[in-house]
Nanobody, 115 residues
Framework: QVQLVESGGGLVQAGGSLRLSCAAS????????MGWYRQAPGKQRELVAR???????SYADSVKGRFTISRDNAKRTVYLQMSSLKPEDTAVHYC?????????WGQGTLVTVSE
C-alpha cells in the first residue's frame, strides 16, 4: 500500500525557517509529479509548489523567492525548504504525488508561524 509520510512541521517565529519532508513508501515507482499543498483554517487547499521527476519546478506567487522545492528520486522523497516565514503561511501542509496514473496525499503536517 502506497503511503506518503510527511515530517518537519512545527512552530516557528516569523522570519524563521522550516524544512518539510515527504517520503513515498510501498511502491517501486518513482512519482512523476510531487508537490506540496496547504490549507489554512477556513480556506481552500492551495498549491504551494511542485516538481517533476526531471526537476522542473513551479511555485505559488505567494511563496516565490522564499520557498524551495526539491526531490531525491532514489529515496522517493520531496522536500520543501521554507524561509522568511510569515504568519500567513500558517496552515496544514499536505504532500501530493502522482504515480502509476494515481494521485496520493499525505496526512498533513501543521506549520504554525507566530508574530
Amino acid at each position: 500500500q502506497v503511503q506518503l509520510v510527511e515530517s518537519g512541521g512545527g512552530l516557528v517565529q516569523a522570519g524563521g525557517s522550516l524544512r518539510l519532508s515527504c517520503a513515498a513508501s510501498g511502491t517501486i515507482f518513482i512519482p512523476n509529479l510531487m508537490g506540496w499543498y496547504r490549507q489554512a483554517p477556513g480556506k481552500q487547499r492551495e498549491l504551494v509548489a511542485r516538481i517533476t521527476s526531471a526537476g522542473s519546478t513551479s511555485y505559488a506567487d505567494s511563496v516565490k523567492g522564499r520557498f524551495t522545492i526539491s526531490r531525491d528520486n532514489a529515496k522517493r522523497t520531496v522536500y520543501l525548504q521554507m524561509s522568511s516565514l510569515k504568519p500567513e503561511d500558517t496552515a496544514v501542509h499536505y504532500c501530493n504525488a502522482f504515480m502509476a496514473n494515481r494521485e496520493y496525499w499525505g496526512q498533513g503536517t501543521l506549520v504554525t508561524v507566530s508574530e
